[in-house]
Nanobody, 119 residues
Framework: QVHLVESGGGLVQAGDSLRLSCAAS????????LAWFRRAPGKVREFVGR????????SYADSVKGRFTISRDNTKNTIYLQMNSLKPEDTAVYYC????????????WGQGTQVTVSS
């Protein structure tokens, strides 16, 4: 069982930057693949990006590519989502999720953190 807690959300203006963090409770955190998702008001949950367990492979949704960066610090059981050049359409609740390398689904989810970007 992995308990995930996101933080760092808030209200910013278009063009600003924000960094989200996701801290995990489990010491075997380094064995999990991790991802960020988001859900905007009235929309379905959307994949944002992911990072593999060792932190040397990432991929991103086209909508955030070049603006968002995922990193992880396994010594702190934490992953980060650096968001630059934020747009109003980035407004959403952001969730981190974890899965084991052998699982096809993200089995563990945080409670989410709200990001609001004003124009």
């Amino acid at each position: 069982q992995v308990h995930l807690v996101e933080s760092g959300g808030g209200l910013v203006q278009a063009g600003d930057s924000l960094r989200l963090s996701c801290a995990a409770s489990q010491s075997t955190f380094s064995k999990y693949h991790l991802a960020w998702f988001r859900r905007a008001p009235g929309k379905v949950r959307e994949f944002v990006g992911r990072i593999n367990w060792i932190g040397d492979n990432t991929s991103y949704a086209d909508s955030v590519k070049g603006r968002f960066t995922i990193s992880r610090d396994n010594t702190k059981n934490t992953i980060y989502l650096q968001m630059n050049s934020l747009k109003p359409e980035d407004t959403a609740v952001y969730y981190c999720a974890a899965r084991t390398p052998i699982s096809s689904e993200y089995d563990y989810w945080g409670q989410g953190t709200q990001v609001t970007v004003s124009s």
